[in-house]
Structure formats: structure tokens, C-alpha cells
């Protein structure tokens, strides 16, 4: 009933940019807060970054500075532009909503994933 289907990565060389792009569809009545996590093999699932319907921001210390978390509400669509990516930023990036369906129920909600690939 709802799907997150993110898009944007591949391969960069360090010192590069990305801009991955979520976007939410479905039975959504209202969304609150939209976020990025990654996770790197072998290690666990972590945030990076989130954003609350109104705008406030939050952020990974490695994502500080360097990332950039943006919202489109009325596109029900989430961006992270990420700038002088690092080989450690290697990881599978996911999207994840806390949402509001139309049925009234809250739940949490998870893209595919995305590969981010930082190699020279």
C-alpha cells in the first residue's frame, strides 16, 4: 500500500557527488519524518541524516558538512545530496518514512536500498 523507491547511486571517485532521491507513494496521508540510513558490509544499519515534515534537520557527525538532507512535501519525495564523498561513505544507502496511511495507522516504511560506491 505504500512504497519508497529510491534512485541515485553508483560509482564515484572520492572527492565526488551524489544525489539520491526517494520518493514515497501509496495510501499516505501525511508524513512525517522522512530519513536516510545506510549500512556498509558487516556493519550495522545507521542514520545518517532526517528531516521532519516542518524542515528541522538532523545529522550523522560523518555526514556533517558534507551532506545535505532536503524534502519535497508535496512531491512526498526525500533527497540526500552527498559532496566529497570518502571511501568509508561505501554503503547501502536506504530510505526510510514515518507515516501516516489513509487507514489512520503510524508505521515505519523502507526503500530498496541503493548501492554508493566511493572508489578511485
Known amino acids: 500500500q505504500v512504497q519508497l523507491v529510491e534512485s541515485g547511486g553508483g560509482l564515484v571517485q572520492p572527492g565526488g557527488s551524489l544525489r539520491l532521491s526517494c520518493a514515497a507513494s501509496g495510501r499516505i496521508f501525511a508524513i512525517n519524518v522522512m530519513a536516510w540510513y545506510r549500512q556498509a558490509p558487516g556493519k550495522q544499519r545507521e542514520l545518517v541524516a532526517s528531516?521532519?515534515?516542518?524542515?528541522?534537520?538532523n545529522y550523522a557527525d560523518s555526514a556533517k558538512g558534507r551532506f545535505t538532507i532536503s524534502r519535497d512535501n508535496a512531491k512526498n519525495t526525500v533527497y540526500l545530496q552527498m559532496n566529497s564523498l570518502k571511501p568509508e561513505d561505501t554503503a547501502v544507502y536506504y530510505c526510510?518514512?514515518?507515516?501516516?496511511?489513509?487507514?489512520?495507522?503510524?508505521?515505519?516504511?523502507w526503500g530498496q536500498g541503493t548501492q554508493v560506491t566511493v572508489s578511485s
Open positions: 526510510n518514512a514515518h507515516l501516516k496511511t489513509v487507514g489512520m495507522r503510524w508505521g515505519d516504511y
Open positions: 528531516i521532519l515534515s516542518g524542515g528541522f534537520t
